[in-house]
């Protein structure tokens, strides 16, 4: 069973993702959590700021797990982002154009006045920038150019996200896949 | 003199893309723009939503404006998609990671239970997609690759303006040039 501290994180993530950081507010955390009132100083002594970052960390981490399996299934780097933003696609249209990047819209908002938002945000965007990045040197792709273009591959899909998101029309992310086909072949 | 409905949408447009939709209260939007209490309903009956939506769109065409320029003085679309990246990427460090896009936070936070900000938002990219697509045409790119290309440009910018305003760091902004170079050119 879930503990409380993991319940928290949960749907702290969940509504970061649904509503962004300033309209999440500590008592629906507390609520929806099904969390004993005084727990989240208890277990968040830095208080919402130290709980969204760790929830941003969290959610950001099973985007990484989805990417970590799409590159270990498909046979290339290009087939992997394919399924990824299909994936992402579907899962965006399924929930109404609620479940766009976990991180994004925290991120936007909080990181230039946060650190540890900021950091959570850059160390997510890290890991798939390092594991597209791994899996290019893996097909030979000579390191700098594998950062740039794993960089350029991690922008293309958010910025599609955002366009997507924006306008409840996953086109952007669809078209996403032919240019990552040409950034990553 | 700018009047108190144009005052009204400067000072949304300035807090929306500093503080997001939420963060930004209208009393705040009241005190900084000067204006007689009451004036917020006269001027826009729909409220929040449709001052957020109409600050949207007078922002986003500033940057179409700026778009417009650096696409009216290059020799070449890749060149003033390097021009626009450049300017972009000074802004966002001269700010200190504060004026990011004037259109992505709100939009993520909102557009999905908003048809007001869903609508600007999209009006506001499709806006600088017609603008790079056309000057691709101009060059000799057929319309349909053109129209890709130029979705692919603005995805590629939104999303290093993402990673770059999180990290607070704007390698991922100035990396983007090579990528929008082999895009475009």
Same mark, same amino acid.
């Given at each position: 069973?879930?503990?409380?501290?993991?319940?928290?994180?949960?749907?702290?993530?969940r509504?970061?993702? &649904?509503?962004?950081?300033?309209?999440?507010?500590?008592?629906?955390?507390?609520?929806?959590?099904?969390?004993?009132?005084?727990?989240?100083?208890? &277990?968040?002594?830095?208080?919402?700021?130290q !709980?969204?970052?760790?929830?941003?960390?969290?959610?950001?981490?099973?985007?990484?797990g989805? !990417?970590?399996?799409?590159l270990?299934?498909?046979?290339?780097?290009?087939?992997?982002?394919r399924?990824?933003?299909?994936? !992402?696609?579907?899962?965006?249209?399924?929930?109404?154009? #609620? #479940?766009?990047?976990p991180?994004?819209?925290?991120?936007?908002?909080?990181?230039? &006045?946060?650190?540890?938002?900021?950091?959570?945000?850059?160390?997510?965007?890290?890991?798939?920038? /390092? +594991?597209?990045?791994?899996?290019?040197?893996?097909?030979?792709?000579a390191?700098?150019?594998?950062?740039?273009?794993?960089?350029?591959?991690? /922008?293309?899909?958010?910025? #599609?996200?955002?366009?997507?998101?924006?306008s409840?029309?996953?086109? /952007?992310l669809?078209?996403?896949?032919t240019? +990552?086909?040409? !950034?990553l072949?």
């Open positions: 069973m879930a503990t409380t501290r993991e319940r928290m994180l949960e749907t702290t993530g509504l970061l993702q &649904h509503q962004g950081y300033a309209a999440t507010g500590l008592n629906q955390v507390v609520t929806e959590s099904r969390a004993p009132k005084g727990s989240l100083y208890f &277990h968040f002594p830095g208080g919402k700021e !709980l969204a970052a760790e929830a941003l960390e969290r959610s950001g981490q099973s985007w990484t989805s !990417l970590d399996e799409v270990a299934s498909a046979r290339t780097t290009a087939g992997a982002m399924r990824w933003v299909r994936l !992402l696609a579907t899962q965006l249209e399924a929930t109404d154009f #609620a #479940a766009g990047c991180v994004a819209t925290v991120a936007l908002e909080a990181a230039p &006045h946060s650190d540890a938002i900021s950091t959570a945000a850059t160390q997510v965007y890290a890991s798939w920038v /390092a +594991l597209i990045r791994a899996r290019l040197e893996d097909e030979g792709v390191s700098s150019r594998a950062r740039t273009a794993a960089v350029a591959a991690v /922008a293309a899909i958010e910025g #599609a996200l955002v366009l997507s998101k924006s409840r029309d996953t086109t /952007a669809r078209q996403a896949e240019y +990552l086909r040409d !950034l072949s």
